[in-house]
């Protein structure tokens, strides 16, 4: 009978913490559960998870039952350091029967009164991220089924935090959407203008960008440009290029000359990366438009009573590709109502479609209206909910001279 009962309360605390029912839970919230729960399976009276900082290669406190001020005062240990410290350099199960100052740095440990400990690491695969220990204020003997309890309680905590990392890192990439994107495009005479940015990736932004700026020798900077690559990854890239760009716009006039001083920033300070770029200058009475395009697609204009067409703009290299070389410029005429639509490839390609499929549907959509106008119709039109890949839409249209 005791040999059943012992087998009992081994299944008892298995499904304790592979309980269905935590998966519901938000990740802050099942690190809380966890913590609950083992606390009470072990009979003990603190329990805490301290997350690895790769960077730092410390471990912070993220999360605590009967530590919680060590999680308020945002408590930093390297690793080697400690009784953490130390599960985390071994990579193995520490028990400490006797708790002291020599074998713990954390002096709210021992203001505590812990007698005993048993920390175990946390893994997702093979990668260390972190530390799960539980404290005694009495002394205790753990056992093997303690350490094999706690270690179950840990692997399930490792999936969670994996999860939180993903939300702050997806709410690290909205922030810097949000500071990339322009807010709202500049009002400036002679155009209005219309812009889309829909990602393609679950962290809500990628390379794909948009700008525009006005220029101090009255021309208007126009820039749609796609680094490679998803997420947070491929945004910082775009934001340091975004960057990069803007200040050579101040010192070139000619688009070809700002996207080749471009490419020298990318093989020099972002080897590896590759990206293309759309840059043009609309002219200060509109009438002209000077584009250079490295390596991206060409845009649209429609014109009242010509219909839509891409204009005939040789393609450079993409940005990144070889050794930088000269790079062209050409001239377009820009009428009055016209349109020039600018984009990413994610608005029209689509897997095991030919491109000039979806250039086709994209020329087909496209009237001399006003920029808000092209833009929401491109977009109901094509169907850019979800996209594949991330999309940006640039519309500018020129007004009728009164």
Not at 43 to 67: C, E, F, P, S, Y
Not at 174 to 182: H, M
Not at 293 to 306: F, I, S, T
Request: aromatic share 4%; glycine share 8%.
């Amino acid at each position: 009978m005791a040999d059943d009962s012992g087998a009992d309360e081994r299944l008892r605390r298995i499904e304790a913490v592979t309980d269905s029912k935590l998966s519901r839970l938000d990740a802050d919230d099942l690190l809380d559960e966890l913590l609950v729960r083992v606390r009470e399976l072990l009979r003990v009276d603190t329990a805490a998870i301290l997350l690895l900082d790769q960077h730092a290669q410390q471990l912070v406190a993220t999360a605590a039952k009967g530590l919680e001020e060590e999680v308020e005062q945002g408590f930093r240990i390297s690793v080697g350091r400690g009784f953490a410290g130390r599960v985390a350099r071994s990579r193995q199960p520490v028990i400490l029967e006797q708790v002291t100052p020599a074998r713990v740095v954390n002096p709210l440990l021992l203001d505590k009164g812990i007698q005993s400990m048993l920390g175990v690491p946390m893994f997702a695969g093979t990668e260390l991220v972190g530390v799960l220990h539980v404290g005694s204020l009495t002394p205790r003997r753990f056992s093997g089924d303690d350490v094999r309890l706690l270690q179950l309680v840990a692997d399930r905590a490792s999936f969670a935090s994996q999860t939180r990392l993903g939300t702050i890192d997806r709410t690290a990439a909205l922030a810097l959407q949000r500071s990339l994107l322009p807010t709202r495009l500049p009002t400036v005479n002679g155009v209005d203008m219309a812009a889309r940015y829909v990602p393609g990736h679950h962290t809500g932004i990628g390379g794909d960008w948009y700008d525009v700026f006005p220029l101090p020798s009255g021309w208007l900077g126009i820039v749609v440009g796609d680094v490679s690559g998803h997420g947070l990854p491929a945004a910082v890239v775009m934001g340091r290029l975004r960057s990069a760009l803007r200040a050579y716009t101040l010192e070139c006039d000619d688009p070809a000359d700002a996207l080749h001083r471009l490419d020298h920033k990318i093989q020099h300070f972002e080897a590896g990366n590759l990206a293309t770029a759309l840059y043009a200058m609309i002219s200060p009475d509109r009438e002209q438009i000077l584009i250079s395009l490295a390596g991206h697609l060409p845009p649209m204009l429609a014109r009242p009573g010509h219909g839509v067409a891409a204009p005939a703009i040789p393609v450079d290299l993409p940005l990144g590709i070889g050794r930088p070389r000269p790079r062209r410029s050409t001239v377009v005429e820009f009428p009055e109502n016209a349109v020039l639509v600018c984009y990413t490839d994610g608005l029209i390609e689509r897997r095991g479609e030919l491109i000039d499929v979806g250039f086709d549907r994209l020329r087909a959509v496209i009237q001399p209206e006003s920029a808000e106008t092209v833009c929401s119709t491109i977009m109901t039109s094509l169907g850019i909910d979800q996209p594949a890949d991330d999309v940006a839409l640039l519309a500018i249209r020129r007004h009728a001279t009164a």
